[in-house]
């Protein structure tokens, strides 16, 4: 006995029916899928991203976690895949979404196009730096000329890597470590960081140098923070030299 979709009137089979409708039909009456408003802060200094309450480098993460909020209704285990377009100088910001299932024992390929709404802002790490916020500095000092000329570049190039990889951990911006500023000294460098915690455990890794002859620490109060709690600032102070 030959099937009919209640809504067309077309022919329909076991193969091309869902709920006793022709897919076509089916799709166009019932939402099968729910995306999320997309909603994003972009850092015009960086071009960080900011979705929800999370910061990404890269488009790629951010299209993963968009994948994975969209909900889906009737249909099985669907791949769902997201491409972000961001062109702002061409107004361009949307996601497309490609969902890939089987529908009435068919393949499918859906496509949808979502709005991207985005807000311009300056990300934490920027303000900070515009700010010239900072609560330690790191001072990294050589006794000897020729050993400077030797390590000093190496050391500036870890310690940039080091901090590079506690940021690439964390997409909380309150956890990060930021150089807010570095000034270059005639026997050294100075490093201007935001992170206390972090600074400590550079010097950790500093101090396992073979030339790392010393370590000095000292605390300058420099004000109140608005809770009324004093605002202390932490100076580091790494020596390397020839060991006598
Ligand atoms: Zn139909
Ligand atoms: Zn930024």
Redesign the pocket.
């Known amino acids: 006995m030959k099937r009919f979709?209640p809504?067309?009137g077309?022919e329909i089979t076991e193969n091309t029916m869902i709920n006793n409708?022709?897919v076509?039909?089916y799709l166009s009456e019932h939402e099968l899928i729910k995306i999320p408003v997309i909603d994003v802060v972009f850092c015009v200094k960086c071009f960080k991203i900011k979705m929800g309450t999370k910061w990404y480098n890269n488009f790629e993460g951010m299209e993963e976690d968009i994948s994975k909020s969209i909900k889906y209704y009737d249909i099985n285990q669907p791949k769902i895949t997201t491409k972000i377009n961001i062109d702002l100088e061409n107004n361009i910001h949307n996601a497309e979404i490609t969902i890939k299932t089987i529908i009435g024992n068919q393949f499918k390929e859906l496509k949808y196009i979502e709005n991207i709404n985005i807000k311009k802002d300056t990300c934490l790490t920027c303000s900070r730096i515009a700010g010239n916020y900072y609560t330690t500095i790191l001072q990294i000092r050589f006794n000897d000329k020729k050993l400077q000329k030797l390590i000093l570049e190496k050391i500036i190039a870890e310690i940039k890597d080091i901090i590079f990889k506690i940021n690439e951990k964390t997409s909380r911006p309150s956890a990060n470590i930021n150089i807010v500023r570095e000034v270059s000294q005639k026997n050294g460098i100075d490093f201007y960081l935001d992170n206390l915690k972090y600074t400590k455990n550079l010097v950790t890794h500093l101090m396992k140098h073979k030339s790392a002859t010393e370590r000095k620490m000292s605390k300058s109060l420099v004000g109140i923070d608005k809770d009324g709690k004093d605002l202390i600032r932490t100076t580091f102070c790494v020596h390397f030299g020839n060991k006598e």
């Open positions: 979709c809504k067309c077309k409708f022709c076509d039909c």
